[in-house]
Every structure is written in C-alpha cells, then in structure tokens.
C-alpha cells in the first residue's frame, strides 16, 4: 500500500524542517526565517499544486524552492545528496532508500485510500485481461524499487507466478508511457498521476 503525505503532514514535515533551520548554535541565536530558503522535493507537481491551491504558506516568513521529479528514486537521491531538504514518497521506495542509507529518515506519514491510484494498465486494445495473460510479456514498473515494482512483483506472486515470467522493463514514467503508446512495452505498472493521464 502507498503512502501519501496529505496537506496537514506537508506542513507538519515543513514545520519539522524549519525547526532544524532555526536554531544554530547557543551562542548564535536563532536564524533570521527570511533568510531561510526550504527545497522541497515533489513528484509530478501533485503536493506543490496542493499547496499552492490551499493558500497554506502564504505570509511565510520563508522561501519554499519546489524541485520536481518524476518518480520517488531520483527524489530520494536528492534528498541524500541534500539537493533538496525535504520530500514525498511512497512507501516502498523510501524502504529501498533506507535499506542503503541512513542519510534520510522519515518524519511523517499518512494512509492513502485503498484506491490510491496504482494500477496495472494494458492499452485499450491489449489481449491481456489478467495478471497470469502477462506471462511472456514486457512490463514496465516504472523504476526498480518504486510502488509500480512492488504492485507487479505482488500481483504476480498472487497470481501464482514466479516474477521471471514477464520481462522487466525499468523506465522512468514519461518513457514508460511513451513506450505503451508506441507498443514497445505490454503493461506498465505505476501510480497517480500516471495512471490517471494514461486512462
């Protein structure tokens, strides 16, 4: 199951940065806020389109930087590199994150709906009608480690399936669509926003 940061773990986790942000050392006091700038990592533009939306950090004292990405791996890369100070992303590739750093940590977390969007999409006129009719086909799950990996890797193991009956195609989510468009793939594995552009 993903998990999502709603509006008010949004401004919680900000909140919990620019706790961090605030106080130097004893002797130095605190910082001045208007001179903080918070890069906030996003995907797709969804929680920035949130926030923008709500109004939220109107009359904040400091400058919120948004920096997109089209997936959670290459979010949380930044976030080790420090590229960005905070970000958004679903539960399985933070877990894949986790188990090679310990650069990053989680400081909040939220349930999304059980219809949180994943899905196994085939194109409209695809003979595929369930997960076993995807034996001998190419699936893109997006990048190895996402939400889309573990969605495919669990419905195949559910559908009584080794994972070695399909071919994996690891691609980033604009080149995934782009390749279910042209029918260089058979099925692509992934997440709102995607699958909603892609339906």
Request: proline share 7%; net charge negative.
């Amino acid at each position: 199951m993903t998990r999502r940061l709603t509006l008010p773990a949004l401004l919680a986790a900000l909140a919990l940065v620019l706790a961090g942000c605030s106080g130097g050392a004893a002797d130095d006091g605190p910082t001045d806020l208007s001179q903080v700038t918070l890069r906030v990592g996003d995907q797709a533009g969804i929680q920035q389109a949130l926030v923008e939306a709500s109004g939220a950090l109107e009359g904040t004292p400091y400058t919120v930087e948004w920096a997109q990405f089209p997936a959670a791996a290459p979010l949380l890369e930044a976030l080790r590199s420090e590229a960005v100070d905070v970000g958004f992303a679903g539960d399985a590739p933070t877990l894949t994150a986790l188990s090679s750093t310990d650069r990053i940590r989680i400081v909040t977390a939220t349930r999304s709906p059980s219809q949180g969007g994943l899905a196994l999409l085939v194109p409209k006129d695809s003979p595929v009608r369930s997960v076993a009719d995807l034996r001998g086909k190419t699936v893109s799950p997006t990048t190895q480690g996402s939400i889309g990996h573990y969605l495919l890797l669990r419905a195949l193991e559910e559908a009584g399936g080794p994972a070695d009956q399909v071919d994996i195609s690891f691609l980033q989510p604009v080149d995934a669509a782009a390749a279910m468009n042209s029918g260089a793939i058979d099925a692509w594995s992934t997440w709102d926003p995607y699958t909603a552009v892609a339906q």
